[in-house]
Nanobody
Framework: QVQLVESGGGLVQAGGSLRLSCAAS????????VGWYRQAPGKQRELVAT???????TYADSVKGRFTISRDNAKSTAYLQMNSLKPEDTAVYYC??????????????WGQGTQVTVSS
């Protein structure tokens, strides 16, 4: 059974930094595209950043220049480095990943979410 295990959330003051991790546990053939999403109370889940297996990245306008998505394919892990955090970044952050159990067996899963709270 493959799980996406998130970690790194917490409480930080405005201007601070956090690094989130999303690790694929279990026996997978490869970790492909990964996306980080967030959902604030009363709001819809929104896409924050994505990274392809080859390292091509995209970002929401609201986080460009502050957040950096990266990955370590050998560890089947993706990261979200968040700098210059603002109170409006407060949300539950989720990773979504495409992975393969074999060459032709492709799956998509969500992590359980990790809370990020930025105080003013």
């Amino acid at each position: 059974q493959v799980q996406l295990v998130e970690s790194g959330g917490g409480l930080v003051q405005a201007g601070g930094s956090l690094r989130l991790s999303c690790a694929a546990s279990g026996n997978i053939f490869s970790l492909d595209a990964v996306g980080w999403y967030r959902q604030a109370p009363g709001k819809q889940r929104e896409l924050v950043a994505t990274i392809s297996r080859g390292g091509i990245t995209t970002y929401a306008d609201s986080v460009k220049g502050r957040f950096t998505i990266s990955r370590d394919n050998a560890k089947s892990t993706a990261y979200l480095q968040m700098n210059s955090l603002k109170p409006e970044d407060t949300a539950v952050y989720y990773c979504n990943a495409e992975y393969r159990l074999s060459v032709f067996n492709r799956r998509v899963s969500w992590g359980q979410g990790t809370q990020v709270t930025v105080s003013s």
